[in-house]
């Protein structure tokens, strides 16, 4: 059984291919389930995964999401204290959201215009072209009155 079939976008093997990556139905599988998820972690996604494609082993989900992360179809996003998260919104200077107390994740976008966040008080000559920022807080809700973030 080809790749394509067990894609619901039928697009995402071409894709693959058009990053010079090597198309199995547990890459489309992975990058599907990354792009229709929330910032989710390798576990999540192996188990998207699987439902999609059946069993696949984790480190074969880890060496995929390395390969899709080289070619940037995925974003790989480390918020402290954390696994890992990935994520498909790539290509553009967007930042995060993450709750201290349950650890909920969300987009925000860069300002509107010049993106301050792009230009760094010292740059130690590298050609900055992304900033990572993650705001952190409690998410509306863990914000109820009387609760308090986690460490």
């Known amino acids: 059984m080809t790749a ?4 619901r976008n039928p697009a995402t093997a071409d894709e ?3 990053a010079g990556l090597r198309v199995t139905a547990a890459r489309v599988a992975l990058l599907e389930t990354v792009r229709e998820g929330d910032h989710l972690d390798a576990d999540a996604l192996t ?3 699987r439902r999609r494609v059946g069993h696949v082993s984790l480190q074969a989900v880890y060496d995929a999401l390395h390969a899709l992360t080289a070619a940037r179809l995925v974003r790989r996003i480390e918020p402290p204290g954390s696994p890992a998260r990935f994520e498909g919104r790539v290509g553009d200077n967007h930042h995060h959201v993450l ?6 994740l969300a987009d925000v976008d860069c300002a509107v215009g010049d993106a301050p966040c792009l230009t ?8 900055i072209d992304e900033a ?3 705001y952190r807080g409690l998410c509306p809700g863990c914000s109820t009155p009387g609760s308090s973030p986690a460490p």
């Open 132 to 134: 990572e920022v993650i």
């Open 16 to 18: 693959l291919r058009r």
């Open 120 to 127: 760094a008080s010292g740059d130690h000559g590298f050609v």
């Open 4 to 7: 394509s079939r067990h894609s």
């Open 99 to 104: 709750c201290r107390s349950c650890g909920a």
């Open 47 to 49: 188990s998207g995964v």
